[in-house]
């Protein structure tokens, strides 16, 4: 089980940390990886880190902002850096088996979300 934590209000230009513990361990051999959706929308990929080796790939639109890191191995986190209000969504930590995949159909074992609301 995925618990997601750290969201809230924040102004746009800012910065915000999630972070998504597992219940168990996380196998070496797990992708985790990050979504969000928006109201309206359909959920899609922000980024993603190979538990292993700790290489990491990203959305377009957050690379350079967005960065996906492991907390000493026991939880997946999520530094979000010059936050944008089309940044306003719910965000989500699940986990996949193969690395590259970008879409939420390749993951699973997803948390509840938490809320991340840009607005000045």
């Known amino acids: 089980q995925l618990v997601e934590s750290g969201g809230g209000l924040v102004q746009p230009g800012g910065s915000l940390r999630l972070s998504c513990a597992a219940s168990?361990?996380?196998?070496?051999?797990?992708?985790m990886g990050w979504f969000r959706q928006a109201p309206g929308k359909a959920r899609e990929f922000v980024g993603a880190?190979?538990?292993?080796?700790?290489?990491t790939y990203y959305a377009d639109d957050v690379k350079g902002r967005f960065t996906v890191a492991r907390d000493d191995y026991k939880a997946l986190s999520l530094q979000m850096n010059d936050l944008k209000p089309e940044g306003t969504a719910v965000y989500y930590c699940?986990?996949?088996?193969?690395?590259?995949?970008?879409?939420?159909?390749?993951?699973?074992?997803w948390g509840r979300g938490t809320q991340v609301t840009v607005s000045s």
């Open positions: 168990g361990r996380i196998f070496s051999s797990a992708i």
């Open positions: 880190i190979r538990w292993s080796r700790g290489d």
């Open positions: 699940a986990r996949s088996a193969q690395y590259g995949s970008a879409r939420a159909t390749g993951f699973g074992s």
